[in-house]
Structure formats: structure tokens, C-alpha cells
């Protein structure tokens, strides 16, 4: 590549490279059932309709600070809650656990 040009050569080289996950927020990975049963576990203050917001893909979703804040404050206080979380994202990026 020659100063900021891009050829059809490397395009194609890009489009054949596997993509990864480079990063993630541990707290917007996890999953619905999760975090409803993590809800009813640690009888949170959470609506039902709080946690179906979180999860809502059709444009900007309303009050995700407040749900991120409540799984940091009210949902994930013990060592097993962090277990639970990290694990169904290990399952999902199909690593196997040891």
C-alpha cells in the first residue's frame, strides 16, 4: 500500500480476513434470560419492560444508563453472577470452557 491508497488487491484481502470480536462491555453481553433471572434473584427494582428496552435493536433505546446501572448496583453482587455472565459469553463465541 502506497501512501493512503487502498488497490482492489487489498480489498479483497480484507473481505477474506475473519473477522473477531475485538472488544466487548462485559454488561451489553448479557443475555435476556440472564438478566431477567438475575432480576427476580436479587429482587431488583426493574420493570419488565426495563429490561425489554435494553434489549431493543430499532433505534436509539431509552434509559440503557439506568439498566446498566442497575445490573452494577442491584444485579451483579455476587461472585457466581459474574460466573454466570462470563460464561454464557464464553459459550457464545463458542470457546469451550476447561
Partial sequence: MTG???????????????KVELHCHLLGTVRRKTFEDLVRKH???????????FY????????VLRVLRALESHLLLEPDD??????????SVGVQRI
Fill in 4 to 18: 493512503n491508497t487502498v488497490t482492489a488487491q487489498h480489498k479483497a484481502l480484507f473481505l477474506r480476513m475473519p
Fill in 56 to 63: 431493543r435493536r430499532d433505534g436509539k433505546p431509552v434509559g
Fill in 43 to 53: 429482587d431488583a427494582p426493574l420493570a419488565p419492560e426495563d429490561v425489554a428496552e
Fill in 82 to 91: 459474574f460466573r454466570r455472565i462470563t460464561g454464557r459469553l464464553v459459550e
